[in-house]
């Protein structure tokens, strides 16, 4: 399985990104896929999870920002509504084996086991 993220960059504070994650490798849908953000220096934070049951999203995420998916599972956004200075950050797509992983809640606060290579996203006036 392989991630590759696109669709970060400079936004200004209440602006709109959609992030996109394609996957490659695999045509299970049971894969839950996650967005994760990091700030150097800082722990890596689960922000949105996404699988076939369910979606979470982190509390400082909660009405701003919304994961979705393809009908295929081919590829998964995450559409960042009302950005904040605050939601600068390495932003991160990534997975884990569905024989671990089935819950959006647990990628997001056990994180994954395969991972993108990062876009950067970055709020400021």
């Known amino acids: 399985v392989r991630l590759v993220e696109s669709g970060g960059g400079l936004e200004r504070p209440g602006g709109s990104l959609r992030l996109s994650c394609s996957i490659t490798g695999t045509d299970s849908q049971d894969y839950v896929i996650g967005w994760f953000r990091q700030v150097s220096g800082k722990k890596r934070e689960g922000v949105s999870c996404?699988?076939?049951?369910?979606?979470y999203y982190a509390d400082s995420v909660k009405e701003r920002f919304s994961i979705s998916s393809d009908d295929g599972r081919n590829t998964v956004y995450l559409q960042m509504n009302s950005l904040k200075p605050e939601d600068t950050a390495v932003y991160y797509c990534?997975?884990?084996?569905?024989?671990?992983?089935?819950?959006?809640?647990?990628?997001?606060?056990?994180?994954?086991?395969?991972w993108g290579q990062g876009t950067q996203v970055t709020v400021s006036a």
């Open positions: 996404i699988s076939s049951r369910d979606t």
């Open positions: 990534a997975t884990a084996s569905p024989y671990r992983i089935r819950y959006s809640s647990s990628l997001c606060t056990l994180g994954g086991e395969i």
